[in-house]
Nanobody, 125 residues
Framework: QVQLVESGGGLLQAGGSLRLSCAAS????????IGWFRQAPGKEREFVAG????????AYADSVKGRFTISRDNAKNTVYLQMNSLKPEDTAVYSC??????????????????WGQGTQVTVSS
């Protein structure tokens, strides 16, 4: 079992940057692909970015491509989401999730087995 804890959220102005962290417990962290998802008020949760077990493969939603970067440090059991050029529409609760699925990177929420509690990101205009 994996426990995930997000941190790094906050309130900032448009155009700013934040780095979110997702720290995992357990000795099998490197056997999970990791995804970041977000849920804005009144909207469904959506995929933001994903990273393969080794970190060699990444995937992004079109809305964040070129602005967000996902990375992982398996020695530290941590995945990061670097968010640059933030926009008000990026305001949401951001959650990380771990998947044991066979795909290198999972986009579908249903393929994730463990979820963190989330961290709030608020971008003002």
């Amino acid at each position: 079992q994996v426990q995930l804890v997000e941190s790094g959220g906050g309130l900032l102005q448009a155009g700013g940057s934040l780095r979110l962290s997702c720290a995992a417990s357990g000795r099998t962290f490197s056997t999970y692909s990791i995804g970041w998802f977000r849920q804005a008020p009144g909207k469904e949760r959506e995929f933001v970015a994903g990273i393969s077990r080794s970190g060699a493969g990444t995937a992004y939603a079109d809305s964040v491509k070129g602005r967000f970067t996902i990375s992982r440090d398996n020695a530290k059991n941590t995945v990061y989401l670097q968010m640059n050029s933030l926009k008000p529409e990026d305001t949401a609760v951001y959650s990380c999730a771990a998947s044991r699925g066979i795909s290198a990177i999972e986009v579908r929420q249903s393929r994730y087995d463990y979820w963190g509690q989330g961290t709030q990101v608020t971008v003002s205009s």
